[in-house]
C-alpha cells in the first residue's frame, strides 16, 4: 500500500438514535436517507482518486457507505473485522451517553461490563487491522470504518495518546495519509498498547 484513504461510515439508524452497535450479527444499521447523501457527497469528493481497493469492516453500515462511494467503479472488497467498531458489552443497544458516562471513568485496561472490550484491547486490535491494510499490494486502498478506530489513529499522528472520552469524528468526511504516516500512527498506537495511560 502506497496511500490510504479513510473514512467513517455515514449517518446509519443507530446514529440518530445515539443507540450504540458493537455487536456486527445485531440486525440494523442501514444507512438514513442523510447517511446516504453524506456517502453520496464522499463519492464525488474521491470520484478524481484512484481506488484499488475497499476495505469495509463487518458492520453494514460501513458496506453500505462503500456501495454508494464506488458506485460504478469496479473496485475489489475486503472485510477488515480488525476495525470493527469497539465491542460495548452490556451498554449494546443502550445510549451513547450512558456508556460515556462508564467510559470516563474507567481505565485503559478495564473491560467493558458484559463482556465488551476494554479500550486498549480495541486498539491493539486497530492497529492489527491497520497493518493488513499496509501488507496490502495495492496501491491506494480506501477504507471505510468507525469513529474510535479513526480517532485513535488521527491523536496517534498528532503524537498524542488516546483520552478516556474522545472527539466524535465526521461522518462520511476523507482523510489521506500516506503509507509512512500510516506505519507512524500505527506504530504509536501499539507503543501505547504496551503501556496504556488516558491523555489528559
Same mark, same amino acid.
Given at each position: 500500500?502506497?496511500?490510504?484513504? %479513510?473514512?467513517?461510515?455515514a449517518?446509519s439508524?443507530?446514529?440518530v438514535r445515539? *443507540?450504540?452497535?458493537?455487536?456486527?450479527s445485531i440486525?440494523g444499521?442501514?444507512l438514513?436517507? $442523510?447517511?446516504r447523501?453524506?456517502?453520496?457527497a464522499?463519492?464525488?469528493?474521491?470520484?478524481?482518486?484512484?481506488?484499488?481497493?475497499?476495505a469495509?469492516?463487518e458492520?453494514?453500515r460501513?458496506?453500505?457507505?462503500?456501495?454508494?462511494v464506488?458506485a460504478g467503479r469496479?473496485?475489489?472488497r475486503?472485510?477488515v473485522?480488525?476495525?470493527?467498531?469497539?465491542?460495548?458489552?452490556?451498554f449494546e443497544g443502550g445510549l451513547l451517553?450512558?456508556?460515556?458516562t462508564? *467510559?470516563s471513568a474507567?481505565?485503559p485496561?478495564?473491560?467493558?461490563?458484559?463482556?465488551?472490550?476494554s479500550?486498549?484491547?480495541?486498539?491493539?486490535?486497530?492497529?492489527?487491522?491497520?497493518r493488513v491494510? %499496509? $501488507?496490502?499490494?495495492?496501491a491506494?486502498?480506501?477504507a471505510?470504518?468507525?469513529g474510535l478506530?479513526i480517532r485513535?489513529?488521527?491523536?496517534?499522528?498528532i503524537?498524542?495518546?488516546?483520552?478516556?472520552?474522545v472527539?466524535?469524528?465526521p461522518?462520511a468526511e476523507p482523510?489521506?495519509?500516506?503509507a509512512?504516516q %500510516?506505519?507512524r500512527?500505527?506504530?504509536r498506537?501499539?507503543?501505547?498498547?504496551q503501556s496504556?495511560?488516558?491523555?489528559?
Amino acid at each position: 500500500m502506497e496511500r490510504i484513504l %479513510l473514512a467513517r461510515h455515514a449517518e446509519s439508524d443507530f446514529s440518530v438514535r445515539t *443507540a450504540l452497535n458493537g455487536d456486527p450479527s445485531i440486525e440494523g444499521g442501514s444507512l438514513t436517507p $442523510a447517511g446516504r447523501e453524506q456517502a453520496e457527497a464522499l463519492g464525488m469528493l474521491l470520484r478524481d482518486d484512484p481506488i484499488d481497493l475497499c476495505a469495509t469492516t463487518e458492520f453494514r453500515r460501513t458496506r453500505e457507505t462503500a456501495d454508494i462511494v464506488l458506485a460504478g467503479r469496479d473496485v475489489p472488497r475486503l472485510v477488515v473485522a480488525e476495525l470493527n467498531d469497539i465491542r460495548f458489552g452490556s451498554f449494546e443497544g443502550g445510549l451513547l451517553s450512558d456508556y460515556r458516562t462508564w *467510559a470516563s471513568a474507567a481505565g485503559p485496561a478495564d473491560a467493558c461490563p458484559g463482556g465488551g472490550e476494554s479500550r486498549v484491547v480495541a486498539a491493539g486490535r486497530f492497529a492489527r487491522g491497520y497493518r493488513v491494510l %499496509l $501488507a496490502r499490494t495495492e496501491a491506494t486502498v480506501l477504507a471505510v470504518t468507525h469513529g474510535l478506530a479513526i480517532r485513535y489513529l488521527l491523536s496517534a499522528l498528532i503524537e498524542r495518546d488516546p483520552t478516556a472520552v474522545v472527539e466524535a469524528v465526521p461522518y462520511a468526511e476523507p482523510y489521506r495519509f500516506s503509507a509512512a504516516q %500510516l506505519e507512524r500512527g500505527v506504530a504509536r498506537l501499539e507503543t501505547w498498547c504496551q503501556s496504556p495511560v488516558f491523555a489528559t
